[in-house]
């Protein structure tokens, strides 16, 4: 039995015009948060939608792992989450659905739920994450698991309901700025190599994903607004290195995929342009 078992709700099966262009990238935002929980000493396992045929491919994983929590931890770093959305928001309302009937604690965080929490418990979930996830989560599991006694009222960035249904919104929790405190991404829990053979076949190199900030500056009414507002928050270049030495043996991509939520400025002055794409840089042969 697993303590935790991670989600998320984008299928690209489900995106036609995503699919026929196989570009898949795991979902980083996920394995962020699987990676914290681990390090506070729960057992983790993920499922991994990005791939996946269907939310039967859910349901057999929660049949597997058999885990008390079941997490819908949307991708935020990815702005496909934000695609197709009603076709994914719906695919998070069955595997809400799938979890309660195996009788998981239900937890959904991302974009969408932040802004419709409500809708998200109505359906079901126990829980909403509003905003960054993984400290408002920690805390959660901590107190639903009889670490701690602390009240949900007293928990920041959560939506739940009442014992009478009431739903109810915490006040935000303030964003991580010490990015550089949080764990690498949990890689050992992503099948690489089917993503290592997808992009060779279809496109003769292999690309990952990683980010150097969380947030942006900018205004965008969709992606990951709902999370991080018009803030961002930079890691240091020593610590990027670091995961890219890192990264290289187990995972080994001949390119990585930066999504750019940039600055404002650079430490010189000029001005950095902002970009959702995803820009490709060649990984060094040699330590960075």
Not at 97 to 123: K, P
Not at 213 to 237: M, V
Not at 265 to 283: D, E, F, H, L, Q
């Amino acid at each position: 039995m697993t303590d935790l078992l991670f989600g998320q709700s984008y299928y690209l099966r489900f995106d036609p015009k995503l699919w026929q262009a196989m570009q898949p990238y795991p979902p980083l935002g996920t394995l962020y948060a699987a990676a914290y929980l681990r390090r506070r000493g729960y057992d983790v396992a993920l499922f991994d939608a990005m791939l996946a045929a269907s939310e039967a491919e859910w349901e057999a994983a929660l049949r597997r792992h058999r885990p008390r929590f079941a997490v819908l931890y949307e991708d935020n770093f990815n702005y496909l989450s934000k695609m197709c959305l009603l076709r994914m928001r719906q695919a998070a309302f069955t595997m809400i659905e799938m979890a309660r009937a195996q009788g998981c604690i239900v937890i959904v965080a991302g974009s969408d739920a932040t802004d419709h929490a409500e809708a998200y418990l109505r359906r079901g979930a126990d829980f909403v994450l509003l905003g960054e996830g993984e400290y408002t989560l920690a805390e959660l599991l901590d107190r639903l698991s009889g670490r701690t006694d602390t009240p949900f009222a007293a928990i920041a960035g959560l939506a739940y309901r009442r014992e009478d249904g009431t739903p109810v919104r915490n006040p935000r929790r303030p964003d991580i700025k010490d990015v550089d405190g949080l764990p690498f991404p949990a890689w050992d829990l992503v099948d690489v190599e089917r993503y290592r053979r997808i992009w060779y076949e279809r496109h003769g190199y292999f690309s990952m994903n990683m980010v150097t900030t969380r947030g942006c500056p900018y205004h965008c009414n969709w992606c990951a607004k709902p999370i991080w507002g018009q803030r961002y928050n930079a890691r240091s270049p020593e610590n990027v290195v670091a995961e890219l030495n890192g990264s290289r043996r187990p995972i080994g991509p001949t390119t990585s995929g930066l999504p750019m939520t940039s600055s404002a400025s650079n430490p010189a002055g000029g001005r950095v342009s902002p970009s959702w794409s995803r820009p490709t840089m060649p990984v060094c042969p040699s330590n960075v």
